[in-house]
């Protein structure tokens, strides 16, 4: 399945669910309090993050896409906070507040990146349903997919009459659905239970065909047009009517905190869905998302650069010739890593022996090498009509291929300058016998504070020499 990087600036979506403010107090942790056999913590940090809808929300804005949040809330400074970090977010949130009620909060204690204790804070809501309709009516005006965010706190009383105002615009719902009674759900797009919430729902699954029957099944019962199982380490599972299942296996690289796992999940699929992206490759990016949210402690989100990385490596064009807007994203990746990046540039119309190992001595100065090629009009102005022999395509294909070679680009003005300025490199190295002053960019990159080498020619191989070689015979 060929994966890219959705168009998120232009997929709107509407979150409407239980909003809550997850709060972390963090602090050392030293002694055994002398009243009881429990740890003293010395609280000297306090955090506040978005939780439950609001949390989907937030990872939606995390991606770039234009997000709106529906839900309930107190009056209190908790709905002070959390919409203060909403609105920091970019998040357009919408709150239903209800003076004598509490803003959900879940409080966690924090010490050691370890969580002591988790003291909820909540009663459930008594939303006006119908102004919440009402509002969920309006706020669908221009939106290009609801998402209906349960965790069972009261926010969610009406859920047909939510849907149906979404379907009645054509627009696609999708639903993390909480609790045994799924028909609350009946003619949403999309639902994405976990394993444990599908099979407290249809029943323990004995195996994969099982799985498949029984989710197939719901799907016809409940009028969805798919049906998403998330199965923790084990990925996750698509069934649709008709067609085959699709199952991806969990993309983590490590694991902190499963936390919010879920939230990546639905937010990912709602905002690729949203850019237009087909089903199948909504999921495999919200599969993406979530392996990399897993690797980040407490609810988190993750970036639209984070995803496109990952749709990258996916992809494998983590390596080789790219587009200048592509490389920019691997070179900011590499210095997020703390990366060095060498860069050199030249014509190699026939590659030889003395260009490989420059630029292995090239390579070996840094962590990434980048190797800029002049395009075939640039090399004829400078090397001459019938020059260059190799295509632009060909020549960078070629040191695509060499080991020291991590990217090529290619540049279309008779000096790599403008390149340059675009990259800015931490080296900046030519093959010659020159001096460092006379390497065309040398200024420009130790004016930001780069470096300038030259390294020296292998002995008796030029392209020009192979030319002429090839002439005389
Ligand atoms: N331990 C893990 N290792 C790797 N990937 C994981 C792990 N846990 C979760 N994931 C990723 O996150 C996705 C969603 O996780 P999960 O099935 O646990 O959802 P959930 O139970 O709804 O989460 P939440 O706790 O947020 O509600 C999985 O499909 C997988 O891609
Ligand atoms: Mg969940």
Request: hydrophobic share 45%.
């Amino acid at each position: 399945m060929k994966l890219s990087m959705p168009r998120f600036d232009q997929a709107p979506v509407l979150v409407v669910g239980d909003v809550m403010l997850d709060r972390y107090w963090h602090g050392g942790t030293s002694r055994i309090s002398p009243e009881a056999p429990v740890p003293v913590v010395r609280v000297d940090q306090v955090e506040d993050r978005p939780g439950g809808a609001a949390n989907v929300a937030l990872n939606i804005a995390a991606l770039g896409a234009p997000a709106s949040l529906a839900g309930v809330t107190g009056e209190d400074e908790a709905a002070v906070s959390l919409a203060d970090s909403l609105h920091a977010a970019g998040v357009a949130a919408h709150f239903q507040r209800i003076a004598d009620q509490p803003t959900i909060v879940k409080l966690r204690v924090m010490s050691r990146h370890q969580q002591l204790l988790r003291m909820d804070f909540e009663e459930p809501f008594r939303t006006d349903a119908d102004a919440l309709a009402a509002q969920v009516d309006a706020l669908l005006e221009g939106v290009k997919v609801l998402v209906l965010s349960d965790y069972g706190k009261g926010a969610l009383k009406n859920h047909q009459a939510l849907i149906a105002a979404a379907r009645r615009r054509g627009i696609p719902v999708l639903a993390d659905p909480k609790g045994k009674d799924f028909a609350i759900y009946r003619g949403a797009t999309l639902i994405t239970p976990n394993l444990a919430e599908f099979e407290a729902v249809v029943g323990a699954c004995a195996d994969e065909s099982e799985l498949v029957a029984k989710g197939l099944g719901l799907i016809g019962a409940l009028e969805l047009e798919a049906l998403l199982v998330t199965r923790g380490e084990h990925g996750m599972t698509l069934l649709r009517p008709n067609l085959p299942e699709l199952h991806l296996p969990a993309r983590a690289r490590e694991v902190f905190d499963v936390t919010g796992a879920g939230d990546t999940v639905i937010s990912t699929l709602a905002a690729a869905i949203a850019a237009g992206e087909a089903l199948p490759q909504a999921v495999a990016l919200a599969n993406l998302a979530a392996g990399i949210v897993v690797g980040k402690l407490g609810t988190a989100c993750i970036s639209a650069p984070e995803l496109r990385r990952a749709v990258q490596r996916e992809e494998g064009s983590e390596r080789g010739v790219m587009a200048l807007e592509q490389l920019q994203t691997a070179v900011e990746d590499a210095r997020a890593h703390g990366e060095r990046i060498v860069f050199t540039n030249g014509c190699f119309d026939i590659l030889h022996a003395g260009h490989v190992t420059y630029l292995e001595q090239a390579r070996a100065l840094g962590d990434r090498l980048v190797v800029a090629v002049n395009d075939d009009a640039s090399v004829s102005r400078l090397k001459g009509p019938g020059r260059p022999i190799n295509a632009v395509e060909r020549r960078m294909a070629v040191l695509a291929g060499l080991g020291a070679v991590d990217w090529v680009v290619s540049f279309s003005e008779d000096t790599p300058e403008r390149l340059l300025a675009e990259v800015r490199p931490d080296i900046l190295v030519k093959g010659g016998d020159y001096g460092v002053e006379q390497v065309v960019g040398a200024e420009l990159v130790q004016a930001y504070g780069g470096e300038v080498k030259v390294l020296g020619l292998v002995e008796n191989s030029s392209t020009t020499a192979i030319v002429e070689k090839i002439r005389s015979r």
